[in-house]
């Protein structure tokens, strides 16, 4: 059992780990820092906490000091790939932070961010202005029901800016997007209730600012027309309550790698942000009913998990944030999804990866678990009297995806578990053995989230792996009808064996599946045999006779045939069906199919003549266009063999600006200029294999 040290005898950059957490709820700010890669997240972030006096040090991303930037993969690249949690004191008030990445690849790590907040904060530089991640980081928390923050980041090196970008803000973002800063040479001054030294310019901004939160309360307005000034509590509260329904979205300056307006963030998240009182959006299941989810400390207890990790030293840990109640070590919780009920042996706090042991953690608060097993991202931990499942966002199914081989035989037996744990931590990463083509097929966002996960699996698991494009999923079918015929026959010296098979092959509407049809009259071929038959064809059908590959769309009728008093049994007509299929297959005119996906791509305007162009290259079926904002789409069929490194020219093209979508659409006849490309590939991939 880990002990808690009192708060004196800590140094002053660890005395938060034994402070007294808030009354209630709501006296937390949970929020996440969201924005394209390179926009100042992780180095506000680091700013923050060491303002707050949460670390000794300002980390350095540039420098590979950075408390929350700690993985390998990320100081290697320099740039934030996991979302990373830490939390401190300011004025009275826990912060809990959660940085994320700024790339679009890790697009789960940015939707788990979001689940145990009430606010993004929407980091944009100055220097760049608003980004392809930044307009999808504000799309992705409309939908996730946060309330939105803007920070505009770098004004220690782009003071010129701010006007050009604001204006960008406003028009892209709406009129909702209020500024609630000033700047006075190199000072930010907050609009917050302004002091009597402060200039004249910050109270007329502060006042213009305060009007726009009047005009969300009704009451504050009939005051405020009565000639009555709000007080500052009533307005703090009115801002939170505007934050938090959307009416107002705060726009504020910083600088921090010059520590500029840095407290002055921290100042207007406690005053003017939505506390853990009123997270927005949150919804949960008792039973069929749908019911808000319980807030408070006094409540039976309810917590979500939004990220698992697997520590080398404390195993697995499992992130979560609690709704309601308290949790404390020696007690325990339900998990609806297992219908168990676990133990709590250690609970923590985190800044980065440093780990801080806790007794208890109570509505409002974010924490960790270890050594629960079966938990996973989005599991609800309630109380076994309350029992309650909150919502769990939906993830977009990963469309980049390699073949793997472990290069080391020994490490055969253990990549399936070392690729589970690592599903565990990432949504939108899947791992699954295909039986149609023996392959273990990877899948991530791009190409960049799987190199980040494969050499992940070498770092953590000590698997090296070589990967290659997985065989597309091809399959055969008929154009025309045929018969075709078997007898089996064999004599042993004892028992013998005998089945004799005539079938007809017919082509099925594409997408048909497999129709068989017991024709039989007369007894020719027993009742007893006819199962047997049918699993004859079921087999042949898994290998076709143009490359291999599973027939689909055929019915099939067994229509004659013939069979031995002693020596018939059902090996015999299993193997007098397989045969007759495949001698009636071959000429039935057979061919490839292909699967043809559904793909939407979306990318800005400018683009959109070197997009069309790549993907009439890729025998592409343009379907439609349309015009969203200044983003265009395109709606397309496309084969999926043309588009399984097309995330790569994708980001080629567009500068990164560009993302897609794709879903199965159907399967369809392959050109027959192309079909001995696809059988040659194949014999040499299973020739490969043999080796």
Request: charged share 25%; glycine share 10%.
């Amino acid at each position: 059992m880990h002990s808690v040290p009192a708060r004196d005898s800590l140094p002053a950059w660890k005395r938060l780990k034994g402070c007294e957490m808030p009354d209630s709820p709501g006296g937390f700010r949970n929020v996440a820092l969201l924005g394209h890669s390179g926009c100042g997240k992780t180095t506000l972030a680091e700013a923050m906490l060491f303002a707050a006096g949460a670390t000794q040090r300002r980390g350095s991303t540039s420098e590979g000091t950075s408390v929350l930037d700690f993985e390998d993969e990320e100081r290697e690249k320099g740039m934030t790939i996991n979302g990373a949690t830490a939390y401190c004191d300011w004025r009275g008030h826990v912060l809990h932070i959660v940085d994320l990445p700024g790339y679009l690849d890790f697009i789960g790590e940015m939707t788990c961010g979001l689940m145990p907040v009430e606010t993004g904060l929407l980091c944009v530089d100055l220097a760049a202005g608003i980004k392809v991640t930044t307009r999808k980081a504000w799309d992705l928390m409309g939908r996730m029901g946060v309330a939105r923050m803007v920070v505009l980041t770098k004004v220690d090196q782009e003071p010129t800016k701010i006007d050009e970008v604001m204006d960008a803000v406003r028009g892209i973002f709406g009129a909702e997007c209020v500024p609630f800063t000033v700047m006075d040479g190199t000072r930010v001054t907050p609009l917050l209730p302004p002091g009597e030294n402060a200039s004249e310019e910050a109270k007329e901004a502060y006042t213009r600012a305060m009007e726009k939160v009047v005009e969300t309360d009704e009451a504050l307005m009939d005051k405020y027309l009565g000639g009555e000034n709000p007080t500052d509590g009533e307005m703090s509260a009115a801002l939170r309550a505007a934050v938090a329904g959307g009416e107002i979205v705060p726009v504020f300056i910083t600088g921090a790698a010059h520590d500029v307006g840095v407290k002055e963030l921290l100042d207007f998240i406690v005053f003017g942000l939505p506390g853990a009182d009123r997270p927005p959006g949150r919804k949960a299941k008792r039973g069929d009913e749908e019911i808000q989810v319980p807030l408070g400390r006094n409540e039976p207890l309810c917590a979500q998990v939004f990220k698992i990790v697997t520590d080398p030293y404390v195993g697995k840990l499992a992130f979560f944030r609690v709704y309601a109640g308290r949790m404390s070590v020696g007690g325990g919780f339900h998990n609806p999804r297992t219908g168990r009920n676990e133990r709590i042996g250690n609970l923590y706090k985190t800044v980065g990866k440093e780990q801080t042991a806790v007794e208890e953690l109570s509505a409002g608060e974010f924490g960790a678990v270890s050594k629960v097993e079966r938990i996973k991202v989005g599991d609800t931990l309630c109380s076994p009297e309350a029992v309650l499942t909150m919502a769990v966002p939906e993830f977009a199914e990963p469309m980049v995806a390699y073949a793997v081989v472990p290069k080391s035989r020994s490490d055969e037996e253990k990549i399936s578990g070392a690729l589970n744990k690592m599903q565990e931590e990432d949504a939108t990463f899947k791992a699954r053995w295909e039986t149609e083509t023996g392959e273990l097929v990877v899948r991530g966002n791009s190409t960049l989230h799987l190199d980040v996960m494969l050499k992940r699996l070498k770092r953590r698991f000590g698997i090296d792996v070589e990967t290659r494009l997985p065989t597309v999923p091809y399959r055969e079918t008929v154009l025309a009808t045929s018969e075709g015929h078997y007898k089996h026959k064999k004599q042993t010296g004892g028992r013998g064996q005998y089945g004799e098979v005539y079938l007809r092959i017919e082509p099925l509407e594409r997408g048909g599946g497999f129709e068989f049809v017991d024709a039989i009259v007369g007894g020719v071929i027993p009742r007893q045999f006819i199962p047997s038959v049918e699993k004859g064809v079921v087999k042949a059908m898994e290998k076709g006779v143009v490359a291999g590959f599973p027939v689909q769309d055929v019915k099939v009728t067994v229509y004659d045939g013939s069979h031995h008093s002693v020596d018939s049994d059902d090996n015999s007509f299993r193997i007098a069906g397989e045969r007759a299929f495949q001698d009636g297959m071959s000429g039935a005119k057979p061919v490839l199919l292909e699967p043809i996906a559904e793909m939407e791509v979306i990318a800005p305007i400018q683009y959109m003549g070197d997009l069309m162009g790549d993907l009439n290259t890729r025998r592409a079926r343009i379907s439609g266009t349309d015009t969203v904002g200044d983003q265009q789409v395109i709606k397309a069929e496309v084969p999926l063999a043309e588009i399984m490194t097309y995330s790569t020219q994708l980001r080629s093209i567009t500068g990164g600006e560009g993302t897609y979508t794709v879903s199965f659409s159907r399967y369809d006849v392959v050109p027959s200029n192309m079909v001995q490309q696809i059988v040659a590939r194949r014999q040499q991939r299973q020739e490969q294999q043999k080796k």
